[in-house]
């Protein structure tokens, strides 16, 4: 709504707007055609409900002189079997405790980023070995945090804490936030660890937490070869979505009798 449709059709009436206005709108997005259909899907219920309200007769959208456009979004690669035994193997060169919390937890679970920022210290079960995953953060003005529900139902749920890591995360105060005490993190700070984690730990490759969710997922379905055990822990309501998005498969078949944690060479130790 901000970024795309009030700055195309804020000074208009919704009776005013035109097939033509609609393609000048989508033209002017830059990115990837998912961008756009996002933006057509919203501008497609103000329509629909314009219709019901007999405001306008036709839906604009409607129009067969529309073309929607764009590059297709650029895969999530997961990283390798061999990149993730390194940065679990180097977890204890982090040098700052909350920067080695927030790799520990990003490369070991499948956690969306707002979700892991979401995480207060009453959410981490030590007794029952869970994270008990229930609201997230997310910055619609980039810096500015906004604490939130979970993305849906599906993604309120308990994920099991990886073996070996809880040296790794910080005693604190029940309500506050893992990452960021009484606030949390904002995306430039979220920036800001990665590259002090990449270089604490050598790495050839940008730390980045979106791909860590692929790779955890992909592992988890190549482990275990059950689609729900996958879904459930992406916090999923399909597992559709989990296959399209998440699982991205390896070239080579892994034993499925593994977990994540012992793939990535925690099994029966532990990080620190």
């Known amino acids: 709504m901000k970024r795309y449709l009030i700055p195309a059709f804020g000074e208009m009436d919704v009776e005013d707007i035109k097939p033509a206005d609609v393609q000048a709108m989508f033209n002017g997005i830059q990115g990837a055609k998912e961008t756009k259909l996002k933006a057509k899907m919203v501008l497609n219920m103000i329509f629909q409900q314009a219709i019901e309200d007999e405001i306008i007769v036709k839906n604009p959208l409607a129009s067969k002189s529309i073309r929607i456009t764009g590059r297709a979004p650029k895969p999530t690669e997961p990283y390798t079997v061999e990149q993730m035994q390194t940065i679990v193997s180097r977890l204890s060169q982090v040098k700052r405790a909350d920067d080695r919390a927030f790799i520990a937890l990003m490369a070991l679970h499948p956690l969306r980023l707002e979700e892991a920022l979401g995480l207060k210290h009453e959410d981490i079960d030590r007794k029952l070995n869970l994270i008990h995953v229930r609201r997230s953060v997310t910055h619609p003005t980039r810096n500015q945090p906004e604490i939130k529900a979970t993305k849906t139902e599906a993604s309120r749920r308990d994920i099991d804490l990886a073996e070996g890591i ?107």
Not at 170 to 188: A, H, N, V
Not at 226 to 248: F, W
């Open 166 to 272: 809880r040296g790794c995360l910080p005693e604190g105060r029940s309500d506050d936030f893992i990452f960021g005490g009484k606030e949390p993190l904002s995306y430039t700070q979220v920036r800001r660890m990665c590259r002090r984690i990449q270089k604490d730990i050598g790495f050839d490759e940008p730390i980045l937490p979106r791909r860590f969710r692929t790779t955890v997922l992909t592992d988890i379905y190549d482990t275990t070869k059950d689609i729900n055990v996958a879904k459930d822990a992406a916090g999923h309501t399909t597992s559709a979505m989990t296959l399209k998005h998440y699982v991205k498969g390896r070239p080579q078949k892994l034993n499925a009798a593994k977990t994540v944690s012992m793939l990535y060479g925690l099994a029966g130790g532990s990080a620190m």
